[in-house]
């Protein structure tokens, strides 16, 4: 994926027509496989996240032919390189998206050493049309990352739910200061570290909004759009290959739905005091259910 990390270490190889060694490790900590799937910024360490999760530093070993940093708890190593300049065909693979993904030229690996230990273990995820155990695993991990990223920019961001086939879809609830600010917060997620890759549809929506209950959410949709003005499309952008959508393979369109209410300057619509609950409403909801479960 030329959004990945290993990407710009490649191509740096390949324009000096040199091969890039690398380790692979299999069978690993799971809180391993949650930070490699995390998509954290260029110089941010996962195994210093892996570490924070821990509330220890995260043990790592020395692979015996590159020297690299792996993890301790691996079950086996693979050492090799990426053949400088060398593509092959390979697929199709069953993917996150839910389709396979068909032949894809891709770069090819030389394996020169392994090692494991004595019975390894191989851990495999199970993935393919939403949800399966690899949705739950990345899910929180791609939100938390682009919250952040968002936050630290525009604090008025309130939540992030990017728990949707690792955020091609992201649903972001924010305050606004004045007029187009929700479209330019939706804009900045595309183009976050994990937005050039996959951010390709973005739900905006107020901060009374939460972006995890998807009632309210379509309740946001359906009152709140008015598709001659709220419908961002942008053409031509970048979005990472596997997305069957795509056309070609890696160039899609993306789309901003703005379902915010409008502020000064953008006068559209004609929105008056939204209706909100009495303080006491919960309680009587509450006491309610309490009674309905006690003649059961």
Request: hydrophobic content about 40%.
């Amino acid at each position: 994926v030329p959004m990945h990390d290993i990407a710009l270490h490649l191509h740096k190889a390949e324009e000096r027509g040199e091969d890039l060694p690398i380790a692979i490790t299999l069978g690993n900590d799971p809180i391993i496989t949650l930070m490699g799937a995390t998509p954290l910024k260029y110089d941010q360490s996962e195994y210093e996240m892996a570490g924070a999760l821990r509330e220890s530093p995260y043990p790592i070993a020395t692979a015996p032919l590159t020297g690299f940093d792996v993890p301790w708890g691996s079950e086996v190593i693979l050492e090799g390189v990426i053949e400088s300049r060398k593509r092959e065909i390979e697929g199709p693979f069953g993917e996150f998206t839910g389709h396979y993904s068909g032949g894809r030229n891709m770069t090819v690996v030389r394996i020169d050493k392994v090692s494991y230990r004595t019975r390894p273990i191989f851990e495999s995820l199970y993935l393919g049309m939403p949800w399966t155990e690899i949705d739950y695993l990345m899910g929180p991990a791609t939100c938390v990352p682009l919250y952040q990223q968002l936050k630290a920019e525009f604090p008025e961001v309130q939540a992030v739910n990017a728990m949707y086939t690792h955020g091609l879809l992201a649903i972001i609830s924010t305050k606004k200061r004045y007029g187009g600010f929700a479209r330019a917060v939706g804009l900045r997620a595309m183009t976050t570290p994990h937005g050039l890759g996959y951010v390709k549809m973005v739900i905006m929506v107020d901060e009374d909004v939460d972006p995890f209950n998807l009632p309210q959410v379509m309740w946001a949709l359906s009152s709140k759009v008015n598709p001659a003005g709220d419908l961002v499309q942008l053409p031509n952008m970048s979005v990472l290959e596997l997305d069957p959508g795509s056309s070609p393979a890696g160039i899609t369109d993306k789309l901003i739905i703005d379902a915010t209410t409008p502020v000064a300057p953008d006068n559209r619509g004609h929105y008056s005091q939204p209706v909100v609950d009495l303080p006491e409403t919960k309680a009587w909801a509450e006491k309610l259910t309490a009674m309905l479960a006690a003649r059961k």
